[in-house]
T-cell receptor, first 115, second 110 residues
Framework: KAGVTQTPRYLIKTRGQQVTLSCSPI?????VSWYQQTPGQGLQFLFE???????NKGNFPGRFSGRQFSNSRSEMNVSTLELGDSALYLC??????????????FGQGTRLTVV | KQEVTQIPAALSVPEGENLVLNCSFT??????LQWFRQDPGKGLTSLLL?????REQTSGRLNASLDKSSGRSTLYIAASQPGDSATYLC?????????FGKGTRLHILP
């Protein structure tokens, strides 16, 4: 069965622009979460969605937002890009979020470079 | 606040050796612990998932243990191979999110 698909794989944007990243979870999975990975901070949680509702949010500024559609696909948006937003953005899908004890599967990530 | 620590940060061992990677966490109120592998520039590959009620899980040459009361997990890799070279990440699932350690960069010397 198909894994978690993230598009695009690579992206170069200019400071001040906005960007939208997409994640298609494994078929049947209803929970999608997003993470930012940088060399200095490691993997940091952005937000989690379950059945189109944001369930949890990490400590990121309001420039970072997301949503989930009825087919469980998710998008995250970053507005007014800063150089520090350059990172690998990873999406994970899991079967359920309540209780949140199911295995998480990750996509290949979107490498965002802000210049 | 949950914190996950992985020691060592980097490890080089000759091919064929057995090795142990360590993970510790500060809050024992977890649903599960998951070990991942990450190759440079790639996403995370799930290796093993241990539920909070379990003590260990095995998959091929990999064995992971969980001692929730002491806040520790180990990943044992038997008969290491050059293809095992990667960063290994430990992650614990709490009520609101998954918290990751910084990982152990493993290099298997041919």
């Amino acid at each position: 069965k198909a894994g978690v698909t993230q598009t695009p794989r690579y992206l170069i944007k200019t400071r001040g622009q906005q960007v939208t990243l997409s994640c298609s979870p494994i078929s049947g999975h209803r929970s999608v979460s997003w993470y930012q990975q940088t060399p200095g901070q490691g993997l940091q949680f952005l937000f989690e969605y379950f059945s189109e509702t944001q369930r949890n949010k990490g400590n990121f500024p309001g420039r970072f937002s997301g949503r989930q559609f009825s087919n469980s696909r998710s998008e995250m948006n970053v507005s007014t890009l800063e150089l520090g937003d350059s990172a690998l953005y990873l999406c994970a899908s899991s079967l359920a979020a309540d209780p949140p004890n199911t295995e998480a599967f990750f996509g290949q990530g979107t490498r965002l470079t802000v210049v | 606040k949950q914190e996950v620590t992985q020691i060592p940060a980097a490890l080089s061992v000759p091919e064929g050796e057995n090795l142990v990677l360590n993970c510790s966490f500060t809050d024992s109120a977890i649903y599960n612990l998951q070990w991942f592998r990450q190759d440079p520039g790639k996403g995370l590959t799930s290796l093993l998932l241990i539920q909070s009620s379990q003590r260990e899980q095995t998959s091929g040459r990999l064995n992971a243990s969980l001692d929730k009361s002491s806040g520790r997990s180990t990943l044992y890799i038997a008969a290491s191979q050059p293809g095992d070279s990667a960063t290994y990440l430990c992650a614990v699932r709490g009520d609101d999110k998954i918290i990751f350690g910084k990982g152990t960069r493993l290099h298997i010397l041919p």
